[in-house]
T-cell receptor, first 116, second 116 residues
Framework: AQTVTQSQPEMSVQEAETVTLSCTYDTSESNYYLFWYKQPPSRQMILVIRQEAYKQQNATENRFSVNFQKAAKSFSLKISDSQLGDTAMYFCASLSSGGGADGLTFGKGTHLIIQP | ETGVTQSPTHLIKTRGQQVTLRCSSQSGHNTVSWYQQALGQGPQFIFQYYREEENGRGNFPPRFSGLQFPNYSSELNVNALELDDSALYLC???????????????FGPGTRLLVL
């Protein structure tokens, strides 16, 4: 079984600042995938970034990047030049690539507030 | 490209009733996963359908059941509704070559179910 822990229930930063959201996970799988999803008040879960565990290079998507530390089982999300539209719940999730479809395992989320 | 859609957006039922929620997968996707998101929590995996067969299930009782149709749309059925079934139900679709292992899941806007 996989577990995902997000230790920051809420964070607040000023617009244009850089913010880092923390995530740790636990898995017995040798190969797996990690994701960050954003859920604004509209409720729709939107993919922010994806990381394949066998790749050492950290994934980046425009202003969003991750710090993937496989040995420490840590997967933090960095948002640069934060914008008001980044205000949302952010969920870290893991997905096994082994046999059996277990679905995504989510953390409890971090509520990120970008202040003007 | 059409995204994932869900219907209805909101639903109110009474305890003991049955409910059916619907999901249309993103074009080109053949796998549908369902999640339950209680208020203030991360989504929890209910089950996944690949090529019209259930190929993975989370820790949910048998009164949660589903279907997938030849066009890859899906239904989630919940019998004997309980108060704790009140939640946001999310559907996610993906493209799998062997049953949902590691593929990125794209979410619909969800159905908010309230059980009174």
């Amino acid at each position: 079984a996989q577990t995902v822990t997000q230790s920051q229930p809420e964070m607040s930063v000023q617009e244009a600042e850089t913010v880092t959201l923390s995530c740790t996970y636990d898995t017995s799988e040798s190969n797996y995938y990690l994701f960050w999803y954003k859920q604004p008040p509209s409720r729709q879960m939107i993919l922010v970034i994806r990381q394949e565990a066998y790749k050492q290079q950290n994934a980046t998507e425009n202003r969003f990047s991750v710090n993937f530390q496989k040995a420490a089982k840590s997967f933090s999300l960095k948002i640069s030049d934060s914008q008001l539209g980044d205000t949302a719940m952010y969920f870290c999730a893991s997905l096994s690539s082994g046999g059996g479809a277990d679905g995504l395992t989510f953390g409890k989320g971090t509520h990120l507030i970008i202040q003007p | 490209e059409t995204g994932v859609t869900q219907s209805p957006t909101h639903l109110i039922k009474t305890r003991g009733q049955q409910v059916t929620l619907r999901c249309s997968s993103q074009s080109g996707h053949n796998t549908v996963s369902w999640y339950q998101q209680a208020l203030g929590q991360g989504p929890q995996f209910i089950f996944q359908y690949y090529r019209e067969e259930e190929n993975g299930r989370g820790n949910f009782p048998p009164r949660f059941s589903g279907l997938q149709f030849p066009n890859y749309s899906s239904e989630l059925n919940v019998n004997a509704l309980e108060l704790d079934d009140s939640a946001l139900y999310l559907c996610a679709s993906s493209f799998g070559t062997s049953g949902g292992y590691g593929e990125t899941q794209y979410f619909g806007p969800g159905t908010r179910l309230l059980v009174l």
